[in-house]
């Protein structure tokens, strides 16, 4: 994460959930300037990949409410098959944990993932 996106960063929280499929976000409240109010398309960052998205993953399917940390980006490029009906904001996760836990968790507490750590159970694939 790049200082200057840090300083858009935030947490939110909301129901994960799979969505004919595609991966999505329900936030507690509606966002600015997403067509859809409070479902937002989300994701990990490319280094989390393995790690963040297997864990929003098991979240959607077991229809957890997660705290996310992250930033909410207008989505640039057209879906195919873009239409109304879906979200026009995507938040990108940097970190996740249940809402009963703090945001800011002691060092001894908190698990952190690298770019070469898997999650077993989840085959990612990254469009080239």
Not at 27 to 39: C, F, H, L, M, S
Not at 97 to 121: A, C, M, R, S
Request: charged letters at 25%.
């Amino acid at each position: 994460m790049t200082e200057d996106m840090e300083k858009y960063a935030q947490w939110i929280t909301g129901d994960m959930l799979l969505w004919d499929g595609i991966l999505v976000f329900r936030a507690d409240k509606p966002v600015e300037g997403n067509r859809t109010k409070e479902v937002v398309f989300v994701g990990p960052t490319r280094d989390g990949v393995n790690t963040t998205g297997p864990l929003l993953m098991r979240a959607a399917e077991r229809k957890l409410k997660v705290r996310l940390y992250g930033v909410l980006q207008k989505i640039s490029t057209s879906f195919p098959g873009q239409h109304k009906k879906l979200p026009s904001v995507q938040f990108i996760v940097w970190k996740v944990h249940v809402p009963t836990d703090p945001d800011d968790l002691p060092p001894g507490e908190k698990i952190i993932y690298g770019p070469n750590d898997k999650i077993l159970g989840y085959k990612v694939v990254l469009p080239k």
